[in-house]
Structures are given as C-alpha cells and as structure tokens.
C-alpha cells in the first residue's frame, strides 16, 4: 500500500459544480496534513494546512478522518481558475518525513 | 518581493555531463530543500539543509551533490552519477527546520533534459 494515495482523476466539472477529492495515508502516526496546487508546469503552491479536525477557508473545506486515515478537500461553486493538480501531503513526525501524492487533477469546464 | 529563484527554467544537457543548478532565496528562511518530480511519481526529496554548512541526504541523493555556505543559496550539481537525471527539479525553502509546520516555498523550478 502506498503511503500516501489519491485518486489521479481527472475529474472533469462545470463551473459552479461541487467537486470532492480524498487522500488516504497509511502511517498512523502522521500529525499534519496538507493540500497544496500545481498549475500544469508551474511550483506547487499551499492551499490548505489540516492540524486538527478540519479547516475551511472560502470556497475551500478540508476534512481529517483519523480513525479511517483520510483527508479530503472540497470545493464549492468551482470556478474556471480552480483547474489544477490538488497534491495530498502528510507529515509523520515519527519519521519526519514528508509524504507526497501523485495529485488529483481537476479540470473546470466552461 | 520575497521569493525563491531557481535558474536555469530550461537546460539540454549530453549524457556524462555535469550540471549545477542554482536556487536563491531571499525569505530569510533557515531550511531549504530540493526535490525532484517525475510523472506518475510524488515528489521526492534529494537533499535539505537545515543551516549554513549543513546539510542531509534525502530519499534519492544518490548522482547529486548540494552546499550551503551561505542561507540564501543552496545549489544542486547533478553529475554524470545520476542514471535518470532528466526530470523537473524544484527548490523550496520553509521558515523553520521542522517539516511538520509551515509552509513549503517553491522556486519556479529547473526544467532538466539530458540528451
């Protein structure tokens, strides 16, 4: 098992759709959770931090599962801009390490 | 504007050759760190330094070589070792050491082809 999964996609939503994505992690001792967004060829960039239980900021809500060992990330009122990869990220202070997805892409349709 | 820059974006390299990549911030950050991205594969750690004059091996150090002699510049030589080395390579920084607190910073990243 991965330690870090998520479905590749693509999800492909109109504009003002509601779209999910989840990230399983597979290390019980894993104690921060990160969304971040890469353009297509461009750096990822922090969209979300998940210390606790969850986090929301505008459009965007991130939720921890920590008896089932997910995070997800939703977006509501999808807008044409919001078309990116959505990289899952893990910290388990155990081993320090950081753990990346492969991303979920999502595709915004006009 | 405080930031990350990475240069090259784009570099053709031959096969045997070594080439250094350089990654300079001015945040004020004490740990930076490189990282290699494939398709179909997360991102992967090659090396980080948590301060001047010191720095770890990552999970794919092996064919590159980092330094550190002063914090706002840590750049990356990935010589003629590295048996894949065509890949996108990007730098980042973050405030503190610990990887489990705070943001990650990014360069715009180094675009790698070896011919």
């Given amino acids: ?110 | 504007d405080g930031g990350i820059t990475q240069s090259p974006k784009y570099l053709f390299r031959k096969e045997g050759q070594n080439v250094t990549l350089s990654c300079e911030q001015n945040l004020n950050h004490d740990a930076m760190y490189w990282y290699r991205q494939d398709p179909g594969q997360g991102l992967r750690l090659i090396y980080y330094s948590q301060i001047v004059n010191d720095f770890q091996k990552g999970d794919i150090a092996e064919g590159y070589s980092v330094s550190r002699e002063k914090k706002e510049s840590f750049p990356l030589t990935v010589t003629s070792a590295q048996k894949n080395p065509t890949a996108f390579y990007l730098c980042a920084s973050r405030r503190v050491p610990d990887p489990g607190a705070g943001e990650l910073f990014f360069g715009e990243g180094s675009r790698l082809t070896v011919l």
């Fill in chain 1, 1 to 110: 098992r991965k330690e870090v999964e998520q479905d590749p996609g693509p999800f492909n939503v109109p504009e003002g759709a509601t779209v999910a994505f989840n990230c399983t992690y597979s290390n019980s001792a894993s104690q921060s959770f990160f969304w971040y967004r890469q353009d297509c060829r461009k750096e990822p960039k922090l969209l979300m931090s998940v210390y606790s239980s969850g986090n929301e900021d505008g459009r965007f809500t991130a939720q921890l599962n920590r008896a089932s060992q997910y995070i997800s990330l939703l977006i509501r009122d999808s807008k044409l801009s919001d078309s990116a990869t959505y990289l899952c990220v893990v910290y388990a202070g155990n081993n320090r390490k950081l753990i990346w997805g492969l991303g979920t892409s999502l595709a915004v349709n006009p």
